[in-house]
Structure formats: structure tokens, C-alpha cells
């Protein structure tokens, strides 16, 4: 006979214990059809419970080394209700994660969880690229590939599943459940420093005579303009559209972009 572990779960919930975290014992992995481990089998001896720590109750960072655990290793895991008699068990971490409040502007550096497409999920076409982002355990953004600037594609690419990427939020979620809205951090530089950029463009004069400037990429959303007076002599003609140069900060323009020289 079955006895039922709500009463033990209702107790729990209601004592300071269940705000701390408590340590739970792997009792096995939990396995489907295939063999693929999607959580492990928690017991907490304290209390008795027993129940299924889920692959989606753990943080993306820390779900492959968790779901490698043997039997009798332990875990941190917070109680946060029940579901048909049996304890829902998600890890501390993301139960933390769960709690945090972000706000507009703020810089993070996360995990990349996957490359995604959000939007119109019936027509392809209403859809953006972008890449899925673990901001803490529990809490994720979107990324889209319009923030990489020129040469999204390969930028994106850059980026595999695991790796850190410092992005900043750009919106609020209205579901707490639901992904933040993200953009890459604008950065400043400072005159005299040197920064590696791409040419986006170039500008004739007035009277069609070759490029008095080079329109130049030096982050996503951050411009600079080349003057063609400060191009050495014989490396005019070596710039093209989508090269990558190595560039110098001569001072600010009013509209936010910068004076560069080489």
C-alpha cells in the first residue's frame, strides 16, 4: 500500500527548512524508452520524500553534470510543491534563478543554450534567428541575429551551445516564465585606442571622383568614418566593402560615431 507523501510535503512547505534548500540522495537516474537520462530519483531522509528531479527543474549550465550522478551522490534541491502525491523537486540554483528580478540595461554574462527561432511559429518568414540565452539558472533571453550587426551569420555561428556570451536586456518579459528580450552591450572606446572593424560602405565625393570615406563597423551598432586623407598611399585602393582593418580612435562626431584614422 501506497501512503500518500502529501501531508509530509504540505508540513514541509510550511517550515523554515523548505526556504533553505535542503540536500537530497540520488537514489537512481530516471531513464526513458531509449536509455537517454532525462532526471534522477530523489530521496530527502530527513523528511522521507521521494520524487523525480526533472531535466527542466535544473539549470541548462549545470544539467549534464547533474544527470551523470550515481546513486548516493547529493544534490541541493529546493521543494516547491507537489504534483499527484509526489514532491516537485527543482535544484537550488534554479529556484534562485526563478526569484530574480532583472531590469532594462542590465549587463549579463550567460550561457548559450541554443540557436533558436522566435516569432511566427506557422509561417517561417515572420521569424527571427537568434540564439537562446541562460541568463541565470531558470531565467533565459532571446538574442536575435539583427544585435550581431554585419556578418550576422558567421558572428552567430561563433557562438556554440555552452559557451559565455555578455549580452544586456533590452525588455521585460510580462510572463516571468517567458524569455527576456536581449541586445549586445554598446561599447565605448577611447581616443587613441586601436579596434579591428569592417568597412560597410563606401562614400564618393560629390563629383563621383573615388571614396573620400569608408563607412566602418567597429562593434554591432557602433560606427566609424575613415577619412580617405588618413588612408596610407596605396592602401586606398584595397578597401572594399566587407574587409576587415585594423583602425584608429581619433575623437567623437556629435551623431555618436567616431573620427578613425590607421
Not at 150 to 177: E, K, M, Y
Not at 194 to 217: C, F, H, M, N, T
Not at 218 to 227: D, E, F, K, M, S
Amino acid at each position: 500500500i501506497q501512503v500518500s507523501q502529501k501531508p509530509i510535503i504540505e508540513e514541509f512547505l510550511a517550515s523554515d527548512e523548505s526556504r533553505c534548500g535542503s540536500k537530497a540522495v540520488v537514489t537512481n537516474q530516471a531513464k526513458d524508452q531509449q536509455g537517454r537520462i532525462y532526471g534522477l530519483f530523489l530521496a530527502l531522509p530527513i523528511r522521507g520524500l521521494q520524487g523525480l528531479l526533472h531535466q527542466n527543474n535544473m539549470g541548462h549550465a549545470e544539467r549534464r553534470k547533474l544527470l551523470q550522478s550515481s546513486p548516493g551522490a547529493l544534490v541541493d534541491i529546493t521543494v516547491t510543491g507537489f504534483d499527484e502525491d509526489r514532491p516537485t523537486f527543482v535544484t537550488s540554483a534554479y529556484a534562485r534563478g526563478k526569484e530574480k528580478r532583472f531590469s532594462v540595461g542590465e549587463t549579463i554574462t550567460g550561457i548559450v543554450m541554443e540557436e533558436a527561432r522566435y516569432g511566427n511559429t506557422h509561417e517561417q518568414a515572420g521569424q527571427q534567428s537568434g540564439l537562446r540565452i541562460e541568463l541565470v539558472p531558470g531565467r533565459a533571453g532571446f538574442l536575435p541575429m539583427s544585435a550581431f550587426g554585419t556578418h550576422a551569420q558567421a558572428r552567430l555561428g561563433a557562438f556554440a551551445p555552452g559557451s559565455s556570451i555578455t549580452v544586456q536586456v533590452a525588455r521585460l518579459a510580462n510572463d516571468p516564465n517567458d524569455d527576456l528580450s536581449l541586445s549586445i552591450p554598446r561599447p565605448t572606446f577611447h581616443v587613441g585606442q586601436s579596434v579591428k572593424g569592417i568597412v560597410l560602405r563606401l562614400a564618393k565625393d560629390k563629383l563621383g571622383y573615388g571614396p573620400p570615406l569608408a563607412v566602418v563597423e567597429l562593434a554591432p551598432g557602433v560606427l566609424g568614418i575613415l577619412h580617405h586623407k588618413r588612408v596610407p598611399r596605396g592602401f586606398l585602393r584595397t578597401l572594399v566593402k566587407g574587409k576587415s582593418l585594423s583602425v584608429r580612435i581619433l575623437g567623437n562626431r556629435p551623431n555618436g560615431e567616431y573620427e578613425l584614422g590607421m
